[in-house]
């Protein structure tokens, strides 16, 4: 058993050892909102947004972009479990600005060893086999954070099956101070109807 794996399982116990009544708190979010952020570590939604456990819905993946996946737990969200209004929460310093679709490709054609990265960009450690399946996937990368924030909360905003009475705002969270920055483009566009 690995380290990672005996300091998760005693944190757990210790945890569960103290859990009191949370087994009892609803399936639905008692907050009535949802957030969709990145799975940079750095970010610890329950703290920046000041929640407890059953309040809201998070949703994370690499970028917190507006991927057929994040939609698809938005969706079930408001339509199975009641949420009201979503946050769509980039970050500065995001990994997803570092690279292209063509570099990560690149790199995976290489090697699935881990890359590294430097000044001059990032650079594959292992020998092959690669795959060259990484061409065909769209790894939402990010060129602009304030623009991609708009067009994900447009995005959401224009899904078939999203009900045009729920807001979407848009935010990037400032890694170095701890703040929720608006962008005010992205929260006009998922202004509701």
Sequence with gaps: MSQVVKEVLAANADYASNFGDKGKLPMP??????????????????????????????????????????IRSLVISYKLLGTREWFVIHHTDCGMETFTNEIMADLLASSLATATVDASGWHDTGKGPGSPEGRYINWLTIADNAASVVEDVKRIKAHPLVPGDIP??????????GTLVEVPEATAAGRAV
């Design 168 to 177: 979407v705002y848009g935010y990037i969270y400032d890694c170095k101070t």
């Design 29 to 70: 979010p008692g907050r009535r909102f949802a957030i969709l952020t990145c799975m940079d570590a750095r970010l610890d939604p329950a703290k920046y947004a000041g929640l407890a456990e059953g309040d809201a819905h998070v949703i994370r993946n690499a970028g917190g972009r507006a991927s057929d996946d994040a």
